[in-house]
C-alpha cells in the first residue's frame, strides 16, 4: 500500500473515531461519519449558543485543513478586515469546537504533518544530500576584548 494510501486511510479512521463510530462497518464509512459530525453540530446549534472562536495557525498547510474541516461540518470560516492571514475566526457551539472540531484537526494536522516530512526528508535525501539531521551545535566562539 502506498504512504498516500495509508494516510488517507488514517485519516478517515480519525473522522470515524470524533463522528462516534462505535462499530468497524461504521468506522469505514467515511462520508457517514462526516454526516454524523455535521448532525452533532447541529444538535449542538440548536441546544447551546454559538461563541465566536478566534484561531491563529501560521502553517498555510495546517490553516487550509482547518478552513476544509470547518466547511465540511458546516461551519463558517471567516476573518474581519486587516487581520493576518493566519487568522481564522468561526461561530459555533463550544462544546462542539472543544470536543470534535479542534481535537480532530490537531490528529489530522499531525497525521498530514507527519506524512509531510517524510515526504520532504525522502526527496532531499534522494535528490539533494543524503544527510537531512538538523546542523552539528558547536561551541560559541572566544570573543576577543
Not at 19 to 40: C, D, F, L, P, Y
Not at 63 to 84: E, T
Request: aromatic share 8%; with cysteine.
Amino acid at each position: 500500500m502506498q504512504s498516500e494510501d495509508r494516510l488517507r486511510q488514517k485519516l478517515r479512521k480519525i473522522e470515524a473515531l470524533y463522528a462516534g463510530a462505535s462499530t468497524a462497518g461504521e468506522k469505514a464509512a467515511a462520508g457517514a461519519a462526516a454526516e454524523r459530525i455535521r448532525k452533532q453540530f447541529e444538535s449542538a446549534s440548536r441546544n447551546e449558543s454559538s461563541e465566536e472562536f478566534k484561531f491563529s495557525i501560521p502553517d498555510p498547510w495546517s490553516r487550509q485543513l482547518f478552513i476544509a474541516l470547518c466547511r465540511r461540518y458546516g461551519v463558517r470560516p471567516f476573518r474581519y478586515p486587516r487581520m493576518h492571514r493566519q487568522t481564522v475566526l468561526i461561530r459555533a457551539p463550544a462544546s462542539f469546537v472543544q470536543q470534535v472540531l479542534w481535537p480532530e484537526f490537531e490528529e489530522l494536522s499531525d497525521a498530514l504533518t507527519s506524512h509531510l516530512l517524510e515526504i520532504t526528508e525522502k526527496i532531499i535525501r534522494e535528490e539533494v544530500h543524503e544527510a537531512t539531521q538538523d546542523a552539528d551545535e558547536v561551541a560559541e566562539p572566544r570573543r576577543l576584548r
